[in-house]
């Protein structure tokens, strides 16, 4: 469980370096960023990167969770920095307004949730794992089923988006976050992740949310 939370006011140096990298992955199509007001443990903001003809998805992504390492276990051959990022289908309802429909909000919940989740209990997150909404997993919003998360590496986006290197030496690797159902989760979890992203290709389903796709996987 979390031990007792404190407050964070952030770190401006990483806030600033994901701005620029923002920019020079994605140029103009950098929006705005949705300042948290009350950090409980790490400030989490989330900018939102326009969608465009080369990458027709908007791509919201996180500057917090590398606030401080992840607890990442002995040996670990990657960097323990991570942030997370989410793509939208180009029609999503984006905005001050349209973010008090929690249909159209529950993605950006969805990073701030899982952005504390490793600082909250000593974990960490990467490649291949799933995370579930509750137990038993609810839908993140009324008009969808998607209830899990799967880390995967982002794929509608720059070659060189999934590595930031600060100034000062430390290397953030920015982690994929696809909606996936219980059933897939499942599925991983008998048969691997490898196997359900597998599956997932051969469906045509990338990184981009689809809050109405068919489950990937067989019914019973």
């Known amino acids: 469980m ?22 020079h992955c994605f140029g103009e199509q950098v929006g705005w960023v949705l300042h948290e007001i009350v950090s409980p443990r790490i400030h989490v903001d989330v900018h939102l990167v326009r969608a465009n003809d080369d990458f027709p998805c908007w791509r919201l992504v996180t500057s917090g969770l ?19 990022t989410i793509a939208l289908p180009r029609d999503w309802l984006i905005g001050e307004e349209a973010f008090k429909n929690e249909s159209a909000y529950w993605p950006v919940r969805l990073l701030k949730v899982l952005a504390r989740l490793p600082h909250d209990y000593s974990t960490f997150l990467w490649y291949g794992h799933t995370i579930p909404n509750g137990d038993p997993p609810e839908p993140y919003a009324k008009d969808t089923d998607l209830c899990c998360a799967l880390i995967i590496p982002p794929q509608r986006a720059p070659d060189d988006f999934g590595e ?7 290397r953030v690797r920015f982690l994929g976050v696809l909606p996936i159902y219980s059933s897939e989760m499942r599925f991983a979890l ?3 992740s490898r ?21 990937v996987v067989p019914k019973q």
Do not use: C, K, N, Y
């Not at 979390?2 to 920019?23: F, N």
């Not at 590398?66 to 997370?84: D, H, I, S, Y």
């Not at 196997?195 to 489950?215: F, M, T």
């Open 164 to 170: 930031l290197e600060l100034v000062d030496g430390r």
């Open 66 to 84: 590398a606030e401080a390492p992840m607890t990442v276990p002995p040996g670990f051959p990657e960097t323990p920095l991570a942030e997370l």
């Open 190 to 192: 008998a048969r691997g």
């Open 195 to 215: 196997a359900l992203r597998e599956l997932l290709a051969d469906h045509g389903i990338a990184d981009v949310v689809d809050p109405s796709r068919p489950s």
């Open 2 to 23: 979390p031990d007792e939370q404190r407050t964070s006011g952030g770190d401006a140096g990483l806030v600033e370096a994901v701005s620029e990298h923002l920019d």
